[in-house]
């Protein structure tokens, strides 16, 4: 069966650079889910979206945005690049029917130096 | 202010004995609870859940318990194979579906 896709899977970017990443939801899923978790950390909410429109936002820094476009993809989008924005990226999707899990990509992990 | 918390950061088991992982919550609008296995390097891998209707579900060796006059649940893995070893993350959401909270871990090592 699909699973969720991100690309890339690793990135290695300078600070104050911008970086890109792309989520793949599972096909027929209309929700989709960002977070990081940080070395050693549990993995904190960023943002989340249902039909292309934002449906939530946690701790995501002014610095990044994000979007679901009309095929579903998402794309975290994060400029001015800080060390501490190294993390690993998850994204997850789900059909948005009440009481179901959400399925985790295999995470991008941004390294900033 | 952690809403989910596992306070166990590790657990060591013997091969075909009972793991039981452990998770608290303080919000009382979490409706829904999850657990979730991770490798290093790989995203969480849906496990089970349960919603705050039941207080058991079953499937297979895992099976997760929910008290939630003590906002309490619990994951039992009968019998423990070392393949189980991962850290395992309890989750919550209120308002069916939404935003997942996660506990910090606990990463389970089942001995040969």
Request: hydrophobic share 30%; charged share 20%.
């Amino acid at each position: 069966a699909a699973g969720v896709i991100q690309s890339p899977r690793h990135l290695i970017k300078e600070k104050r650079e911008t970086a890109t990443l792309k989520c793949y939801p599972i096909p027929r899923h209309d929700t989709v889910y960002w977070y990081q978790q940080g070395p050693g950390q549990d993995p904190q909410f960023l943002i989340s979206f249902y039909e292309k429109m934002q449906s939530d936002k946690g701790s995501i820094p002014d610095r990044f945005s994000a979007q679901q476009f009309s095929d579903y993809h998402s794309e975290l989008n994060m400029s001015s690049l800080e060390l501490g924005d190294s993390a690993l990226y998850f994204c997850a999707s789900s059909s948005g029917t009440p009481n179901t899990e959400a399925f985790f990509g295999q995470g991008t992990r941004l390294t900033v130096v | 202010d952690q809403q989910v918390k596992q306070n166990s950061p590790s657990l060591s088991v013997q091969e075909g004995r009972i793991s039981i992982l452990n998770c608290d919550y303080t919000n009382s609008m979490f409706d829904y609870f999850l657990w979730y296995k991770k490798y290093p390097a790989e995203g969480p891998t849906f496990l089970i859940s349960i919603s705050s209707i039941k207080d058991k579900n079953e499937d297979g060796r895992f099976t997760v318990f929910l008290n939630k006059s003590a906002k309490h649940l619990s994951l039992h893995i009968v019998p423990s194979q070392p393949g189980d070893s991962a850290v395992y993350f309890c989750a919550a959401s209120a308002d069916s579906g939404s935003r997942l909270t996660f506990g910090e871990g606990t990463q389970l090592t089942v001995n040969p």
